[in-house]
């Protein structure tokens, strides 16, 4: 079994596998339905999933001649993102069709769906699950239209976040939303704690951006409203979960990052409880957060080019979340990110045709991926065992 597997995919309708020291491609698997929006790997390195407008498919890593050992179409709209339960026994994919299914893989079709008020954005499963490899665990979706969100708390959820700015959490094992949270309701502090910067005004459009992704130019400046009260700066792009389940991140379209963390035992309840908020001082839209493995970073990606790293020193404890650095050799919008399983290392895709990886602790490029067109979604599985 390959050490490490760095696949990425984006405009030119392919995936491609990455020998990530030598900066080779050595595979290339065709997706000529569309573009590719998510990559997922399974823990054990042997599939990989890609998602597109409006199939899911699932590829062998190493073997096989490039087709597709299975291809979903029961979304109705284009899919968003992509994830599988440890074991791989089953695979949640979420869209713009506004739903959620959970695929069993050894079935052809989905065997539960959720539905929410608007698309859905983005997806995480809650960490808990990987002792469970039998059951409909707890997942996190996050998506671009519901205007609702819930986060269940102990032992596997899915949580949801919409373009109306709310998130929702569902509780598979009571196939139900268990929880809703509103992070427009959170006071917001100044732009970008202890670095004075402003967030001025916002990058191109998303529509000018995808436009560029298949030709070069320069996007045009059209500013997205900041305001928590508005309904596209309200927003939510992206969610991320803690490994440990300490913390949940999630960003919203303005440039907004929310936190929370479950309710402490004792206090009657279960499910998560308002943490932090700060406005995160990117010039431009959010497009993806992710919580490092260790939990002692967060990075945010926007359509300003730059990827923020942000420090966790104390976990979960707040006000110690402080901007650490910036990384900032993109040239276009940076759509994803994933970190690597010791928390040393950052893949970053971006409008600019390239991905890059990153050496967190020094903020510099240690190599460089080229690709013919824009490169939207990264994935990395270089755990060992």
Known sequence: MSAVVLATAGYDHKIRFWEASREKCTRVLKYPESQVNALAITNDKQYIA????????IFEVHHGEGSP????????????????????????????????????????RWQRQYECPAGVNSVALHPNQANQASAYSRLIVSSPSSSSSCFSSSSGDLVSGDQAGHLRIWDLQA???????????????????????S???????????????QASGQASSRPLPRHAGDAGARAIRSVSMA????????????????????????????????????????????TKCVLSPDVSRLITCSSDKTVRVW??????????????????QHTRWVWDACFSADSAYLVTASSDWT???????????????????????VALNDASG
Request: hydrophobic residues 35%.
């Open 50 to 57: 890609a998602v597109g407008n409006p199939h899911a498919k």
């Open 69 to 108: 050992i299975r291809s979903y179409d029961a979304h109705g709209g284009n899919v968003t993102c992509v994830g599988f339960q440890c074991d791989a026994k089953w695979m949640y994919t979420a869209s713009e069709d506004k739903t959620i299914k959970i695929w069993d893989l050894r079935a052809p």
């Open 175 to 197: 196939n139900a939303c268990s929880q809703e949270l509103t992070p427009a309701d959170y006071d917001f502090l100044d732009p970008t704690p202890g670095t004075g910067e």
């Open 199 to 213: 967030t001025g005004s916002m990058g191109g459009s998303i529509d000018d951006e995808l436009a560029a992704g």
């Open 243 to 286: 490994s440990d389940g300490s913390l949940i991140a999630a960003t919203s379209h303005s440039g907004r990052i929310f936190t929370w963390r479950p309710m402490a035992a004792g206090n009657g309840g279960t499910g998560y409880v308002r943490f932090a908020a700060i406005d995160s001082g990117h010039h431009g839209y959010l």
């Open 311 to 328: 420090s966790l020193p104390g976990g979960a404890t707040w006000p110690s979340f402080q901007l650490e650095k910036t990384l900032a």
């Open 355 to 377: 991905a890059r990886l990153w050496d967190v602790h020094t903020g510099e490029v240690i190599r460089h991926y080229a690709a013919p067109m824009a490169v939207t979604c």
